[in-house]
């Protein structure tokens, strides 16, 4: 990190003493204090949280201040940002668009995160000083100086001051969720179009939005207007009272979940316009048998032609077949989680089959998982060629040969040579489709720090621009949301560096580094130093 440096030598010397006096202060355990002290102590932390949160908001503002739009793409030129896509981005006039990414960065957040904080406090600046003084003086703890920050930050400066001048002598008096109706009054009063233009920002700030919730579950949200929302739950809630009075024995909340999942996907009789559903599922073998509660992955390396066939023998007998109008691609990690090869169920087992070339092995069972010979119309023309050629006796002449050579002797051992891996690289900017699954496999998310945007929504970005001198080669590729896509091109100051086990680095303009590993690559065990040497010679 950028050593930090005043406006003259007297306050850079004093900003480098400043930092490393940061001592906590001395506290009795816990255990000693009694129901007086505990209490005392949790207000004072509430007031240091205050004070904490105000410091956070004047850095928030300086790092905006360092940050000037100067640099960034203009509106119509090449990765000028458009306002079609998302109209809610926050907007700092003067300030560069790829400032909230930086302060994500820095914060080790999500950049939603960061824009919430930096729109706060931008909005205690401009139009809540004396709350932003209170903040700062301990007056006022964090969640009411925020809950003042989102009622009045679309209204015009003069008007959340007047409001502010009402409300904050009371705030600490009311509770956060009457407070915020306190503030809505008092501006409804002063001026009722502030609240309909508030309506407007809420309108074009409503989303759709899945998180998970642990236990393999997830919740689906989706922001709307009160009435609707009422109509919406009244239908899903009217449906669940009509199954459970049938008989439907689930809980009425169960039954509530299954009929806004069945409106949703729609039944066949819906008459609407066809959705295909696309749903990515990934498993462990060994999972799958019950061997083990590991999952994500298939361990094993190298991949070798009979490390092939014992997946194929496993596949089969767990029945695991493509779905109708679907795919089923295997990826094929190490022992430490990485990534090493993708492979269509066909494609497995033809590699079984085929094994090394400098070292066939024909001693195998011919087998495969269910459904993985390819059709005619899957095949290439070279495979249609090769086919011929088995059919007409080549295929029987290399194998009689084969045989011949290991009549009377000893089988040969089994071949330990990888036939397969990583996608080979390509001269062309984009990457061709099997180094797309491979990408796409191993990331299955933006693989910037704290974004986490599903792949789907996802380019395949170079780490080191092609235009650079960058390969178009999977330990050069990475998935990067649309977003911190421009951000990687446009935005300068920033660095990126990938290993070849897709591990990103990632540093800010600030010299912050973050590093993303794939989901699934474990961390290796530290190396062990070296035993100490020892000189003296026995006895010792």
């Not at 993303?516 to 070296?530: I, S």
Request: contains cysteine.
């Amino acid at each position: 990190m950028d050593r930090v440096a005043g406006t003259s030598v007297v306050e850079g010397m004093l900003i480098d003493w400043v930092y490393p006096q940061r001592e906590p202060e001395p506290r009795p355990p816990v255990a000693w204090l009694d129901a007086g002290h505990v209490a005392r102590e949790l207000e004072q932390i509430q007031r240091e949280r205050a004070r904490q949160t105000a410091r956070e908001a004047e850095l928030i503002l300086r790092l905006a201040e360092l940050r000037p739009d100067h640099d960034d793409p203009p509106p119509g030129t090449a990765g000028g940002r458009r306002r079609s896509w998302r109209k809610t981005d926050p907007q700092f006039p003067g300030v560069s668009e790829f400032f909230p990414d930086e302060l994500a960065h820095a914060i080790n957040l999500g950049r939603g995160t960061a824009a919430f904080r930096a729109r706060r406090a931008f909005t205690w600046r401009d139009n809540l000083p004396a709350t932003f003084a209170a903040l700062r003086r301990e007056e006022i703890d964090e969640r009411r100086a925020g809950v003042l920050a989102g009622a009045l930050q679309h209204a015009a400066p003069e008007l959340s001051r007047a409001v502010e001048d009402q409300v904050l002598p009371e705030a600490c008096d009311l509770s956060p969720s009457r407070l915020e109706a306190r503030a809505l009054e008092v501006l409804a009063e002063l001026d009722a179009a502030a609240i309909d233009e508030r309506r407007k920002e809420a309108e074009q700030a409503t989303d759709v939005r899945v998180y998970p919730t642990g236990d393999g579950r997830a919740a689906l949200t989706a922001e709307m207007s009160a009435e609707d929302a009422a109509a919406c739950y009244d239908v899903i809630d009217q449906l669940a009272a009509m199954a459970k009075a049938e008989g439907d024995p689930r809980p009425i909340g169960a039954i509530r979940t299954a009929m806004h999942t069945m409106l949703l996907l729609r039944p066949a009789d819906h008459g609407l316009g066809g959705v295909t559903v696309r749903l990515t599922v990934t498993a462990a073998l060994d999972g799958l048998e019950g061997a083990s509660a590991r999952g994500g992955e298939v361990n094993g390396f190298p991949i070798t032609a009979p490390h092939l066939r014992e997946l194929l023998a496993r596949i089969g007998s767990l029945g695991l077949t493509t779905p109708a109008g679907g795919t089923m691609t295997f990826a094929i990690t190490d022992q430490d989680g990485r990534l090493l090869a993708t492979v269509t169920a066909a494609d497995l087992a033809r590699r079984a089959v085929s094994g090394c070339p400098d070292h066939p092995d024909t001693d195998h069972p011919d087998t495969g998982p269910p459904g993985a010979e390819k059709t005619d119309e899957e095949k290439t023309d070279a495979e249609k060629t090769n086919a011929d050629a088995g059919a007409s006796g080549g295929g029987q002449e290399r194998a009689e040969q084969e045989g011949g050579e290991q009549e009377g002797g000893e089988q040969p051992a089994p071949c330990d040579c990888p036939v397969l891996g990583m996608p080979a690289d390509t001269d062309a900017y984009e990457p061709r489709a099997a180094q797309r699954r491979f990408v796409t496999t191993r990331d299955r998310r933006c693989r910037i720090p704290n974004c986490g945007q599903r792949v789907g929504m996802a380019d395949l970005d170079h780490v080191v621009a092609h235009a650079a001198g960058g390969k178009t080669s999977c330990v050069n590729l990475c998935c990067t949301c649309r977003s911190h896509h421009r951000l990687k091109t446009f935005a300068r100051g920033w660095s990126f560096r990938m290993d070849p086990d897709g591990t990103l680095h990632v540093t800010s303009p600030s010299g912050i580094t973050r590093t993303t590993r794939p989901p699934g690559l474990r961390l290796r065990d530290p190396e062990r130093p070296p035993p100490d040497r020892v000189d003296d010679t026995p006895p010792f």
